[in-house]
């Protein structure tokens, strides 16, 4: 069965002070993973799409990377409307549907 | 209206009531889903329709009932639901019934009292 683990569950950061959130996961043969960021209230909204060890993907303050066992989401240099859940997901082997972990709540604080 | 649409955004029902959540996209897509979210836990996949055609039924109770008159509308109809259920429904839909790239609604937020 395809597991997803994300750490921290929770993390609070100053301005401007850059971190990373983890995403491990066990899946035989990966097709994709995917980092969705989550505002209080809303539906998830998509950032990256990754597919294969070593594929790195930058969005503003976001660079999403991806190896054989985990992804890193890596922040730099964090503003206040960063903060969110941010959710991971993988898509392995025939299956259509994405697995998903339970989510990093991030709060950037002034 | 762009992206996914739901409504209504929050719904209290009662244990006998009988309701029901629309979801409409307005992306293209084909394949459209029903997510369940409660806290502290992973989003649920509910129901998964492919053209139409319901392609996967993730052993939901028979309580909640999908229909997808079309690929821009999908709808969940609830009835006797329990207290445990209540949580964030999401709609999402994507390009093909293959998954990849979901693109979600806002939700509706169900209370079961």
């Known amino acids: 069965e395809d597991q997803v683990t994300q750490s921290p569950e929770a993390l609070r950061l100053q301005e401007g002070e850059s971190s990373s959130l983890n995403c491990s996961y066990t899946?035989?043969?990966?097709?994709?993973l995917f980092w969705y960021r989550q505002d209080p209230g809303k539906g998830p909204e998509f950032l990256f799409t990754l597919y294969s060890a070593g594929e790195e993907k930058e969005k503003e303050r976001l660079k999403a990377t991806l190896t054989k066992k985990e992804s890193f989401l890596h922040i730099t240099a964090p503003k206040p409307e960063d903060s969110a859940t941010y959710l991971c997901a993988v898509q392995a082997g025939t299956a259509s549907k994405l697995t998903f972990g339970t989510g990093t709540r991030l709060q950037v604080t002034l | 209206e762009t992206g996914v649409t739901q409504t209504p955004r929050h719904l209290v029902m009662g244990m006998t009531n009988k309701k029901s959540l629309k979801c409409e996209q307005h992306?293209?897509?084909?394949?459209m889903y029903w997510y369940k979210q409660s806290a502290k836990k992973p989003l649920e996949l509910m129901f998964v329709?492919?053209?139409?055609?319901?392609?996967e039924n993730n052993s939901v109770p028979s309580r909640f009932s999908p229909e997808c008159p079309n690929s821009s509308h999908l709808f969940l109809h609830l009835h006797t639901l329990q207290p445990e259920d209540s949580a964030l429904y999401l709609c999402?839909?994507?390009?093909?019934?293959?998954?990849?790239?979901?693109?979600f609604g806002n939700g509706t937020r169900l209370t079961v009292t």
């Open positions: 329709y492919n053209f139409k055609e319901q392609t």
């Open positions: 899946v035989s043969g990966l097709r994709g």
């Open positions: 992306l293209g897509h084909n394949a």
């Open positions: 999402a839909s994507s390009q093909d019934g293959r998954g990849g790239t979901l693109h």
